[in-house]
Structures are given as C-alpha cells and as structure tokens.
C-alpha cells in the first residue's frame, strides 16, 4: 500500500466528484429531503480559518445526511455586493466588478481544495443582473402593498468629498479618506416597513425551538417591545412646542427631574438657533451625532451632555425642569426624547450624578419618604409612590393605570405601545449594489420601472473618485429616463439598494436559481424549504437573521412561499482565534488555509477545526493541532494497510452469522456498534462533531490494541511495523468483526475526512464511493456492555470502583457496594444515613 500523500488523494477525489455529479440534486417527492446551508459569502479575496470551519461543519452534517438516505441540497453562492469592493475601487483603481470576479474565482478554488460537497450547479451571485432583478421585483411589490416608501431620515456627511458615508466609513468622528470632520443631514431615503411585521417577528421567536437562545435573546430585545406611555412636556414659555417621551414607567414621573433630547431630535436644531452660541452648540450636537452607534446604544460610550438652555414642563408636577442634550439618547428610538427619572433609572441616575442634576426619590419599598442622598444606584424596582400628589400611597401598577388615564383624560398623554425596531432604511448613496427601480416624473411623482423593463442594469462607472453624489447620478443615460405613465422626461433612483436585501432571501433562490420568469417556483419551495440546518456566525444573530424572517413573510404574503420561519435549526459558530485575539493581518497571526492544505491535505484541516472544540465555542488555531490531526489519519491510512489484503473483497460473514466470538472479539464489536451510536447521536442530535471525532480516535485505539494481540499466522506485531503479512487470519470471526469495525470507521470519517475515507474505501475493493455509501446502523443489544465500571463515593470521595453486571439491580448494587473491603474501611463504626444509587454511574454513601 501507497504511503499516505493526502494532497494527490484531494486531487484525485475531487475530480471524481466533480465529473460524477453527485452532489447536484432535483427535488424528488419520493424521498425526504435536508437542505443544508451555510451563511452566505462575502467574496473578500482568500477564504480564512473562520470560513474553513463554518464550512466544514455545514458538510459534515450534510454528508452524513447524504448517507442517511435523505435528499441534500446544499447549495453554495456569494454575496457580491458591498461598500469593501467601492472603497478598493476609490484606492486602487480597480472596477468593483473586477476585483470582485477575481476574488470569486479565487476563494471558490480554495473551497473546492477543501472538498466541501457544494452543488456548484446552483452557485450564484448577487451582482449577476440575474438575480438582483428579483431584489427590483420584490422591491416594486413591496412598494405597490406600502412595505416600501420614502422619508427624510440623517446619513453621514463629509463636506469636503460632499458625499455621503457609511457608518464604517465614518473614524474617530472624521471621514475615512481625508479625515474631515463629518457631519450629519437629512436626505430623502428608502426604507421597508418591517415594523408592520414587529409583533410577529417577536411573538413567533417561540416557535424557534432549535436556535440558540442566546440568539432569540437577542432578537427579542432588537425588536423590543414596550408598553408604556406617550406624555407630552411642553417647552416652557413656548405652548406651541411640545416635547413627546416614551416611558414604561409613568409611576415614577414626579421624580422627573430633568429633559433628555437625543441629538437627532428635530427640537434640536431649533434650540440651538435660541442659543446664545449657535455654532458652538452645533459642533457639540454633531460630536454626538458621529460617535459610535452600536456603543450609544449599549451605554459603551461614555455618558456625555450639555444643558440646552430650554425648560419643559412636567405635566404632573408643573415644574419647569432643564432640557438637555446627551449622547447616549437615539433621535430614531421611541421619541428621540426621555424624562429622566434618576433616582430610578441607572442611566439617568450616572448621568445626573455626573452633571449634578437633581435627584428625587419617588418609589420606595415601604412607602415611605427617602433622601436621593445615600443612593448609591438607582432603585429600579416596583413598589410604594410617595411625594408624588394624589397617587402617593399606590402601588406602582395601580398607580400607572390611574396616571395613564388622567393623562389621557387632560389630552396630555396616553397608553401606547413602543418597538425598539425602526423601518429598514435600505438607500445607500453607493456604486456597487443593486439599483432602486424607481423612477421621479415632474407630473406623475414616484413611478416604479415596469416589470417588462428589469432588471435595471447597473451601468458601468469608470472613476471612483469617493466624492460627490452616488456615481450613479454622473451617468446621464442611466439617469435620464421617460417616465413610464405619461412618457415626459424623467430621472431614475440613483441609490443602491443595501447589501443585506440580497441575503435575505437567497435561500430561496438556491431551490430555484434559473428560473427566469419569477423569483422562484412556489412548487420547488414547497419541496426543499424551510432550510434545516443553519450556520454562520453569532454576529449576524441580529440583522441577517430579522431581515431573512421579514422577507419570509413578506414572500408568504406574496404567495410565493408555505411558510413564515425560513430556518428550522440554527448554529452559531465560535471564531478560530489565534494568539488569543481574532486573525487580521494587521496583527501578523493569520493562518492561510491554503498553506496547510499543501502541508497536510485538506481533511487534515477539515477534521482539525472539527475536533478542537464544540462548534459554537472559540477555538485557538495551534500548527500542533493540525500535526495531530494528520497523523490520526495516517494512522487509519496504516491500520487499513495492515488488515487490507485480509478483510478485502467478497464472502466474508457479518459478525451476525458468528456465534462464537471470543471475549476480544465481542469487545472490539461492542466498542463499534457503541461508537456508531455515540458519533450518530453526536452529528445529528447534538452537533458536537468534536465528541463525534474523539469517539472514532477512541474506536481506532481499541482496532490498534486488537489487531496488535491477534495472530496473523506468525507472532504478533505492531500494526505500524512496515513488513509483508506473514500468513492467513486463522479465524473468521476475528475477520468477521474487523472487517465490519474498519467499513463502520471509515464510513463516519466520510463526512469528515472524505478523500482520505473514500481512497481506503476504494482500497477495500468497493466500486462505488462513500458518497452512494449509507451511513452504518448501530446494534443496540451488541453496544450495550455486559459488565460496567461504577464508582463509590463515601461522603463525596472516591473510596474505590465495582465491575458489576450491566443489568445489576439498584438494591443488590447497593448491597455490594457497602460489602465491599474497600468501602468497608471507610464506613465502620459508622452509621450509614444514606445511600445513593445514580445507576450505571454512581453509588453515594452518607455516614456519620
């Protein structure tokens, strides 16, 4: 037998694959289907250790579903779109189109070296005219139900390359290309209307049993709902001028002490003007408005504001308390404005001891008066009202019905309910994405492209200079247009559309990919969806993941699709680390996955990023990890060499038909059929690949034991010694049981290290591959023990180990461990208060 060469293995099956076909599939009624999928690619050039391991776990679980006898579809593409690919055009020169192309091409090469079993039949991308028609068909629907419609919303703005800038393009409050400070307007933009969708997008989160929840915590506080109050404060000596806060606790406003307005609240701009330093005011509004948006949210920030200078009115109390401005208040969230109640909220409660603002105790556990003086943090809990008017004395429950109708009743506030989750603004003033379809007419107003005229091709653009209005808008024959209804000269949408309005349905279009005609084939969706089995990384737990389920719908309501959830189960996966931080280039700690493919063959790899840690955990990338990983397999590679020329070819028995297997024998089958059962339970039920390999090493410990105390005609010898066979196995039953351990082996190593798998497979004289092979079926009489091992603990210690029959009953396992000469030592003269019996893994003894 050939030494191991795992790199001429990748080749050779790789190709066969390929050639064969057998991984491209149609839907067929007459067998299960299992449609697997991993989150969509981002082409950025080389595949790194992160993709490595979210591929490789999608194939191990459709590969062992192959095997399963179910129909996989496990389709692959790319989400070509996006602002890297612009922002490399603005730097190097190079067209978007082409860099993306290249890098295509490059990173599918490197997942075909990896062997994943992708039906490459159905690949696409997002910046095919092809399928970004569908994003324009699907918008224009949206648009004719209401689901799409316009507004004036803020964007980030460089008034020197006087464009506009993502939120990522936007450092340290500057422009990323000439560090200009950036500012902050207001620009006619897109959106969709998810929040038609809030309640059920939150309430179905419970039908979502097999995602984690860690996930579904997360969803369900981006979706946030409250119930709450809408009170109006009115702007002292301005009865006009209203301010409107959002509050889940009415009980506490007459310990509203203070006004907080985020920066984007419209009043701003309006309080400023009354300033008595206008230009002063708004430099410290817009430093707000450009600090991190994920940190203001999370409080990350530190807390930071500045008095407007303006006085509200509590409607409660008619006191006239400060209005200020603070950054870590959202203008889009709720009202864009809080009463800041804070001696019983923990934002407002730092805020004001930061800034010396009042604090007033209003709720106590007691109901009696307290000093705001002692506290250290904020007492948010429910209880008694005091100081607070005619509610003093009320529970907090009560007390918020009582003072949310009077509020109603006085035409000051009223009940309301309030979403964290804002409409999808989907306008970006961008090249490189999918054109809006919509076209301005002087007489007709906003007038969709006629759906015999898409797909609205993205023309080409040869200057990407960063500055100015979206490139789009410098092409006159894409911007000047007939309008559609009355034939009057007209002017296209010159935004894109956001990249996350492509991968949020592909799913779909991957069980349909050249239908030509409709986005998809309702028929072909009914077949192959909901996907099954999910998997990407934790941080796209939020957006992704609520887009993909309100497109759901929003396909469901077009009668385009059965169902609501479009992913049944979902798997987050840990990050591959490397010197305990994330690989980037700039830290000098990537690991290229080409570079270990040449060194130790791509299931080297694959079974390496699989065996280091349960999927959903970080791992820590280490060379001597992947060196274990190759030489696991170059010992399969030899323990086959050694039985091969016995247990190859036909007429040998099932262990089945041997009714008199040795006591070796019968180990080696039990510790197969049980292996089977743990790496089957493993894989399917529980995802824990890493314990699935571990389970198989141990089975290739047991083969390596046996196969080194088994005559083979001459003396013993080690499995691993580079000698001839010396003779005939003398009996059958040992070839019998080898034989069905060594085929069950490699057979659960398909899915992981399948070149190596289907090279030994083929050695063993099987025609056809593992890819037509079933998975093996576990005997539960054979794998269960006829004797097991149980400890004895004697008041929580260890104090010796039985060897007792598997079907022992609980009395007489207790009987013999307290008769046994080791327990014995440690129980006598003492009273025996209680006896544990945990069967099959423990016996506890209580004395005293």
Request: some cysteine; aromatic content about 10%; overall charge negative.
């Amino acid at each position: 037998m050939p030494d191991y060469k795992p790199q001429e293995l990748d080749k050779k099956w790789q190709h066969r694959w390929t050639h064969s076909r057998v991984f491209e599939v149609e839907a067929d009624s007459t067998r299960p289907k299992f449609y697997c999928l991993e989150m969509f690619a981002y082409p950025s050039g080389h595949a790194h250790m992160g993709h490595v391991r979210n591929y490789s776990i999608g194939d191990v679980i459709a590969r062992t579903k192959r095997m399963r006898g179910y129909n996989v579809l496990h389709p692959f593409g790319w989400d070509a779109f996006g602002l890297p690919a612009e922002n490399a055009a603005i730097k190097n020169g190079i067209h978007p189109e082409e860099s993306t192309r290249a890098n295509i091409a490059h990173m599918k090469g490197q997942l075909q070296r990896l062997g994943v079993s992708y039906a490459w039949e159905r690949e696409l991308a997002t910046c095919d005219a092809e399928y970004y028609k569908w994003n324009q068909w699907l918008f224009i629907r949206m648009f004719e139900r209401g689901l799409a419609y316009r507004r004036r919303s803020s964007v980030n703005w460089c008034p020197s390359c006087k464009t506009v800038l993502a939120n990522e393009q936007v450092v340290d409050g500057g422009c990323w290309r000439c560090g200009t400070p950036v500012e902050t307007r207001d620009l006619e933009q897109w959106f969709f209307r998810i929040t038609a969708y809030a309640d059920e997008l939150l309430n179905e989160t419970a039908e979502l049993t097999e995602w984690p929840e860690q996930v579904l915590t997360m969803q369900r506080n981006w979706i946030g709902r409250s119930e709450g109050a809408r009170v109006s404060f009115a702007v002292d000596g301005d009865s006009n001028t209203r301010i409107e806060v959002f509050t889940t606790r009415i009980d506490t406003i007459f310990g509203a002490t203070f006004v907080l307005l985020g920066p984007e609240h419209p009043l701003v701009s309006q309080f400023a003007e009354r300033s008595s330093d206008p230009g002063a005011f708004r430099k410290k509004v817009q430093a707000f408005r450009t600090q991190d948006r994920a940190a203001r949210i999370s409080g990350e920030i530190e807390k930071d504001g500045f008095d407007t200078g303006v006085r509200a009115v509590n409607p409660f109390t008619n006191e006239a308390v400060p209005v200020w401005v603070a950054n870590f208040v959202l203008g889009d969230y709720g009202t864009g404005a809080v009463m800041a109640v804070p001696a019983h909220d923990q934002r407002d409660f730092e805020f004001a001891r930061k800034f010396s603002l009042p604090i007033r105790v209003v709720v106590t556990a007691d109901g009696k008066s307290h000093s705001s003086d002692t506290l250290t943090e904020a007492a948010d809990a429910y209880g008694v009202l005091v100081d607070s008017g005619e509610f003093s004395g009320l529970a907090s429950e009560d007390a918020q019905q009582k003072m949310t109708a009077l509020a109603r009743q006085r035409g000051i506030g009223e009940a309301t309910v309030q979403y964290r989750l804002k409409d999808w603004g989907i306008s970006r003033q961008r090249y490189w994405g999918t054109p809006i379809p919509m076209i301005y007419c002087e007489k007709d107003g906003i007038v969709p492209v006629p759906d015999d005229q898409l797909p609205v091709v993205l023309p080409k653009v040869t200057e990407f200079s960063g500055r100015g209005d979206s490139p789009l808008a410098h092409v006159p024959g894409f911007v000047n247009v007939k309008c559609p209804k009355c034939g009057e000269p007209a002017r296209r949408e010159t935004d894109t559309m956001d990249t996350f309005v492509d991968s949020s349905w592909y799913f779909y279009r991957f069980a349909d990919p050249r239908n030509e005609g409709k986005p998809v084939d309702p028929s072909k969706v009914k077949y192959w969806l909901p996907v099954d089995f999910y998997v990407g990384g934790i941080e796209h737990a939020i957006l992704h993941l609520i887009y993909s389920r309100f497109f759901a719908r929003v396909f469901r309501d077009l009668g385009l699709v059965d169902h609501s959830e479009p992913f049944t189960h979902l798997l987050t996966q840990g990050m591959v680390l490397k010197d305990g931080a994330v690989m980037s280039k700039s830290k000098g700690n990537v690991v290229d996955p080409d570079a270990m493919m040449q060194k130790y063959g791509a299931d080297a790899l694959r079974l390496y990023v699989m065996f280091v840690a349960p999927p959903e955990k970080e791992i820590e990338w280490t060379d001597a990890g992947i060196e274990g990983s190759f030489r696991f397999l170059a010992r399969v590679w030899r323990l086959v060499d050694h039985w091969n020329e016995t247990i190859a070819g036909e007429g040998i028995d099932s262990p089945d038909a041997c009714d008199s297997l040795n006591a070796a024998e019968k180990a080696l089958r039990r510790k197969t059929h049980d292996t089977i059962r743990r790496v089957t339970a493993d894989i399917e039920q529980r995802q824990q690949l890493n314990t699935a390999v571990s389970a198989m090493m141990e089975l290739v410990n047991e083969l390596y034991a046996f196969s080194e105390k088994t005559v083979t005609g001459g003396p013993a010898r080690r499995v691993d010694e580079d000698v001839e066979h010396a003779g005939e196995v003398e009996r059958k039953e040992t070839i019998c049981v080898v034989r069905e351990a060594i085929e069950a082996l490699l057979r659960m190593l398909a899915p992981f290290a399948p070149h190596t798998a289907e090279e030994l497979w083929e050695m063993l004289g099987y025609d056809s591959g593992l890819t037509t092979a079933s998975w093996p079926e576990f005997n539960a009489d054979v794998a269960r023990a006829d004797e097991i091992v149980i400890p004895v603990q004697v008041n929580g210690k260890v104090r010796g180990r039985l060897t007792v029959a598997a079907d022992i009953a609980d009395d007489e396992l207790q009987r013999i461990a307290l008769a046994d000469p080791g327990i014995q030592a440690h129980i006598a003269g003492k009273a025996v208060k209680k006896v544990v019996v945990a069967k099959g893994r423990l016996v506890s003894v209580v004395v005293g």
